[in-house]
């Protein structure tokens, strides 16, 4: 379309920034105009007011549209505007250059117009209990002096530039069209009016020479070795770091990586345990493979070279992408993007350091499935899956989620990760364990009864030695040296296969048993430690609390053997604590999970009673006034107790919101 002809209404100019915007009129009457459509727009954004001085559509009808421009170059220094007249070349530079695109600014007013209006309708549904929340705590913060980091920070975010801009103030101007004699006037000005004044020499030089004068030869340089940046690194510089930076400097060139891949770059000789040890401390596993940490990637006190936005928020971003990939092999970038609400530029960032773009599929894993690794390493797995627990409830909070969004979607290609061993293969292991013992075992009642054994010299000492069928014993070789209480032992043999495997079943129920005693006193003293810290918690709470727990234990601690809800809630029940069931606030949206509420009954301190009064109180109320708690304390306690006192027992047990105390776990979100 053209806009020679169209009607200019007005015009205005911002000269710092270089921002125009220009107002033209829209032919209502023209059959290419949509009449209807108009009339609806002109009501979106005025309303339906009677009252023109203040409108956008004076004529209620979609009339004008807003070109606003843009910078179409940053960095103008390289153009000018040239004009040739009478053997003349008469060069003008630039300053700047601009493209004017449709405003759509109108639609904003709209959307405020339909806030103003939601709003007035919420006003008057206000209730009673809406009303006590009136009561709000005012919190009294000192500025601290800003630091040179934030204020780069807080001058690069949007809010600024935004604010800037809308600093300077409008200059309005008057349009005049191509053909304007004033347009004509300004135009003079691109030719120089100094010609014939200005002393110019003629020019001797062939073509060829002032050629090579415009675009001199590239000089040979001598062959050297190129210097790499400074943040490049080569191999065998790379090799004199300590072995963590080592895999940290790779780890943040390749983003993803396999495990046998990252060893095959860190050189022969390098102790894949310790590699191991350092890689968990930059890395996370995604798929079998090592992509690497997004703290990593964007340290605190960045921000995006593409938007500005802080570090943390792209630590966040980043997480839930690569939470993603640990659920399915494919993501799709809209879904992404509408979770994290961050810039196009960012996510796609974030997407290409893990994966690839397949049409009409979206973005695949970058690596295939590691399996090997999964299989040799499964407490590193184990330890790596509740790490990725803790990070999944952060996120359900910071993004909202429910859980059907999280849940993963099946897909034939997705390979099966076992991350807790059954109990069955728990025994099969322990079976296999147990034989490898007997082996062990009956070699050293063979190097002991050898003419060069220990026995030889100490007759006195004590041997246990196990036959299995396959060698039964000799003549010279007593009943009373072979000891097994229940193996069913006849004649110096078994009788047959299965006394063995009652064997086995006996060792492998007993490791079984001391195991699960060992699980039971370690998760004991995780709980009593955690309630003697909190006293009040609720069931997803605790469990939040337990994986951050496991995710700081070294690989292969005993936790990692698999703790169910039942198993953490009698342990709960074990430590002194009793079950408070307490009435929640109405439409709560609190999990199942969310309204078990535990509280420590019995700590062993002064405290115990004032705790016990108090959760007698929340057992008929979701909600009380501090005033009410203290009178009812004072009551039954008696009236020396202290302000202070109060205090700590509502610091166990509480939280404050709206001027108003609420048990923990029940603090509406």
């Known amino acids: 379309m053209k806009y020679d002809d169209v009607t200019h209404l007005s015009a205005r100019i911002k000269p710092k920034q270089q921002k125009v915007e220009v107002e033209m009129a829209i032919d209502t009457m023209s059959p290419n105009y949509c009449r209807s459509k108009g009339e609806q727009i002109a009501l979106n954004v005025d309303g339906a007011s009677t009252d023109d001085s203040g409108s956008t559509y004076a004529t209620k009808l979609m009339d004008k549209q807003v070109f606003s421009s843009i910078q179409s170059a940053v960095n103008t220094s390289r153009y000018a505007a040239a004009v040739y007249r009478k053997g003349e070349l008469h060069v003008t530079p630039l300053h700047g250059m601009l493209q004017l695109r449709p405003s759509f600014s109108y639609l904003d007013k709209a959307d405020a117009k339909h806030r103003e209006r939601e709003a007035a309708n919420e006003a008057g549904d206000s209730s009673q209990d809406e009303a006590e929340d009136d009561v709000k705590q005012i919190t009294v913060r000192f500025s601290r002096p800003e630091t040179e980091q934030a204020r780069q920070r807080r001058i690069q975010s949007y809010e600024f530039l935004q604010k800037k801009q809308a600093e300077e103030p409008w200059h309005y101007l008057h349009y005049c069209g191509v053909k304007d004699s004033r347009s004509e006037h300004e135009r003079q000005y691109l030719f120089s009016q100094l010609a014939g004044m200005v002393e110019t020499s003629e020019l001797t030089k062939s073509p060829s020479e002032y050629l090579s004068m415009l675009m001199p030869p590239v000089e040979e340089e001598e062959l050297k070795v190129p210097l790499a940046p400074s943040n490049v690194l080569s191999m065998a510089q790379l090799r004199t770091l300590p072995l963590a930076d080592q895999v940290r400097t790779l780890m943040k060139n390749v983003k993803v990586v396999q495990f046998a891949n990252l060893m095959g770059l860190l050189g022969s000789g390098v102790d894949s345990t310790a590699v191991l040890r350092c890689i968990q401390q930059v890395a996370m596993l995604v798929q079998g493979c090592w992509v690497v940490k997004s703290d990593v990637l964007y340290p605190k006190d960045t921000c995006s070279p593409h938007s500005g936005v802080a570090a943390e928020v792209l630590c966040r971003g980043r997480d839930f992408v690569m939470w993603k990939f640990t659920q399915d092999l494919w993501v799709v970038r809209k879904e992404v993007a509408a979770v994290i609400k961050l810039p196009p530029e960012d996510v796609k960032d974030f997407l290409e350091q893990m994966a690839v773009s397949r049409v009409n599929k979206g973005w695949e894993f970058l690596l295939p499935h590691d399996s090997k690794f999964v299989k040799k390493h499964p407490d590193v797995v184990q330890r790596q899956h509740m790490l990725w627990m803790g990070i999944q409830a952060k996120l359900e909070k910071v993004y909202n989620l429910s859980k059907e969004e999280m849940m993963p979607k099946k897909h034939d290609s997705q390979p099966a990760v076992p991350v807790v061993l059954s109990g069955e293969r728990r025994v099969t292991t322990a079976k296999e364990r147990v034989r490898e013992n007997h082996v062990a075992l009956e070699n050293e009642y063979r190097r002991r009864k050898s003419p060069h054994g220990a026995d030889s010299q100490n007759p006195g000492s004590s041997l246990l030695a196990i036959k299995i069928k396959e060698e039964p014993l000799s003549e010279e070789e007593p009943m009373d040296t072979l000891p097994w209480p229940g193996s069913g032992v006849a004649n110096g043999v078994h009788s047959d296969e299965s006394s063995r495997d009652s064997v086995d079943e006996h060792s492998a129920a007993r490791c079984q048993g001391e195991q699960s005693k060992l699980v039971s006193a370690e998760l004991k003293g995780f709980v009593c430690g955690v309630l003697r810290k909190h006293y009040v918690l609720s069931l997803s709470e605790l469990k ?126």
């Open 544 to 669: 939040r609390l337990f994986n951050l727990h496991l995710a700081s234990l070294p690989p292969g601690h005993i936790l990692f053997s698999g703790i169910s809800d039942r198993m953490l809630q009698e342990t709960v029940l074990d430590c002194g604590c009793k079950q408070i069931l307490v009435p929640f606030p109405p439409q709560t949206t609190a999990s199942a999970d969310e309204q078990k509420i535990f509280a420590l009954w019995e700590a062993g301190d002064s405290f115990d009673q004032h705790r016990q009064i108090l959760l007698e109180i929340f057992s008929k109320n979701y909600r009380v006034r501090r005033n009410v708690i203290q009178s009812k304390l004072c009551q039954d306690v008696g009236d020396n107790l202290s302000k202070p006192d109060v205090d700590k027992v509502l610091k166990d047990c509480c939280a404050s919101h709206g001027g108003m105390w609420y048990l923990k776990g029940t603090l509406p979100s």
